[in-house]
């Protein structure tokens, strides 16, 4: 049996993991699905990186958590690189997927096209509490491009605004990922173009890891909803020994 940890992304909460977290523990494993500070009901949406890292470090702690296969599903790869700098001892395996990977001073907005910084920050404008919330259109062609329409919905439906600090801080590490001795691995669904293909997630941002393992398998950004056992699949594949 292995303890996995599942981060999730910008706009989601731990809950929206629970059906991929349900395939892992009928397969034998325990699996916790956190909410990152920020996105948990009634955080302040002026919530910056440092505290959200900061949270995962304090869930592993609180929870004794050790020997521990922690996953960051894209923003959470932010939170799961700045976990393993500051309690990497309880780690056994990062696994990135479609996540962001971060060296020291990059932030998230570093590693995404130039279009999404711009609309962003208006979004950010317009709503005025330091948070940001993605357009629909973005949503159902780039990100859940595997999905049915009513799907689609039901999913854009339950995300909640995320603080935009989060994307413009940059993260303070002792370490980067290709010098930490963790072991690492990449899972890539080759449909995603929530970045652009020509803008990649793997191997422009996997790479930045040094040596890991790549798992890949089809769908989109948002294969928790719409194909939840083929990534818990993927998840194990990539967490075993």
């Avoid at 989601?12 to 500070?37: D, M, N, W, Y």
């Avoid at 890292?53 to 958590?65: G, P």
């Avoid at 932030?107 to 919330?133: C, H, K, Q, T, W």
């Amino acid at each position: 049996m292995s303890t996995y940890v599942l981060v999730h992304g910008a706009w989601h909460s731990g809950a929206e993991l629970e059906p991929v977290a349900s395939v892992i523990r009928a397969a034998g494993h325990q699996v916790f699905t956190p909410t990152i500070k920020g996105n948990r009901p009634g955080d302040a949406k002026t919530t910056g990186l440092d505290e959200a890292i900061q949270s995962i470090v304090d869930y592993l702690a609180e929870n004794n958590l050790k020997d521990v296969i922690l996953l960051g599903h894209s923003y959470g790869g932010m939170i799961i690189t700045g976990v393993a700098d500051r309690a990497g001892e309880r780690i056994r395996r990062l696994v990135y997927w479609n996540a962001f990977v971060p060296n020291n001073g990059e932030s998230l907005n570093d590693m995404v096209p130039p279009i999404y910084l711009g609309l962003f920050d208006a979004i950010a404008a317009e709503r005025g509490d330091g948070s940001v919330v993605l357009p629909f259109p973005i949503w159902r062609e780039a990100f859940i491009n595997d999905a049915d329409l009513e799907t689609a919905q039901r999913t854009y439906d339950i995300l909640n605004p995320h603080p935009l600090k989060t994307f413009s801080d940059k993260i303070a590490l002792n370490t980067n990922p290709a010098d930490m001795t963790v072991a690492k691995s990449y899972i890539n669904c080759t449909e995603d173009t929530a970045l652009p293909h020509g803008y990649p997630w793997h191997p422009r941002l996997s790479e930045k890891l040094g040596l890991f393992r790549l798992i890949q398998v089809p769908g989109s950004h948002e294969l928790c909803f719409s194909n939840p056992k083929a990534l818990a699949q993927a998840i194990m594949e990539a967490g075993r020994d």
